[in-house]
């Protein structure tokens, strides 16, 4: 039933959101933009940045490098920060080879040019703990069929509740990661195109966290890797889209937004109870630079 319920509340939080999101592209813009070093800086710590969040919004937002910061570290940031936005401001931008090769040579600028905006062949194999990447000679041909699969779907397809969506992002976001078509930056690339095949559909995007991905992202692709199922991707992006929808909608409609902490003493809830509830996104909580918070005037039901 969890399942079930999962996709009624999707559907429902979608057509809020989208009926809320009409003549607010401005406020929507804003808020993608203020959340992007939180992006950015997740996408990094996943692929074991040693940058902090704090690191992170001190590169983007006020331009300072901190002291003894490692130089490739700095560019990742910025890098990947101009990829999210250059993806979100050309949604109407579907994927294409091209458009890989154009962001991934955006990552990779001031890092690796040898290896930026093209992919893997020859002898270039590449190994992610026990997963070996596709085979260069197969790599391109490999992610044309992804593409044209991906876009042949999308191309027929509208956005009644964005359960189908999400399994097909999911499909393409493991698919993209088994194939491992560049030499770096894999990673980093296929969630920031998951974001942009959210955006298209005039969906949020959402936030893969670091914390937690030993136990809630990385054993997903092994059993991708091994089975082909890839409806654990599903329920991650479901949930975290929640996630995403819950926050926007109360920061659009939202008198004041209180810790999740607070608002369980004040409706004399244990708090362990409250913070199991907003990760499972059975209660409207949202994070905010990895706290979770709420809605003051939430309902307890």
Do not use: C
């Amino acid at each position: 039933m969890r399942d079930q319920g999962s996709a009624y509340e999707l559907k429902h939080l979608v057509e809020r959101f989208r009926k809320l999101a009409k003549g607010k592209d401005n406020a929507l813009r804003e808020l993608v933009f203020a959340e992007l070093p939180d992006m950015v800086y997740n996408s990094n710590a996943i692929e074991n940045s040693s940058l902090s969040l704090e690191d992170t919004e001190s590169i983007l937002m006020q331009g300072i490098v901190p002291s003894e910061s490692v130089i490739r570290e700095v560019y990742e940031v910025k890098n990947l920060a101009q990829v999210t936005e250059r993806l979100y401001a050309h949604s109407e931008e579907p994927l294409s080879t091209t458009l890989l090769l154009e962001m991934h040579a955006l990552l990779l600028q001031n890092i690796n040019p040898e290896w930026a905006g093209r992919f893997r062949h020859g002898d270039e194999w590449v190994r992610v703990g026990a997963h070996v990447g596709a085979n260069p000679d197969f790599v391109s041909g490999l992610v044309s069929e992804l593409l044209n699969q991906y876009n042949a779907w999308e191309n027929t397809f509208t956005l009644p509740d964005g359960n189908s969506l999400l399994a097909h992002v999911a499909h393409f976001h493991a698919e993209f990661e088994t194939i491992h078509p560049f030499r770096d930056g894999n990673g980093r690339m296929g969630r920031a195109l998951l974001n942009h095949q959210l955006h298209r559909f005039g969906l949020p995007p959402i936030i893969v966290r670091n914390k937690g991905k030993e136990k809630d992202y990385y054993p997903l692709f092994a059993r991708y890797e091994q089975s082909g199922d890839f409806s654990g991707f599903t329920k991650l992006f479901t949930t975290l889209l929640q996630e995403s929808l819950h926050k926007r909608i109360a920061q659009l409609t939202t008198r004041r937004i209180i810790s999740v902490s607070d608002w369980a003493r004040q409706n004399d809830i244990r708090p362990n109870v409250v913070l199991n509830k907003a990760k499972r996104q059975t209660l409207p909580a949202f994070r905010l630079r990895g706290k979770w918070m709420i809605d003051a005037d939430a309902s307890k039901t």
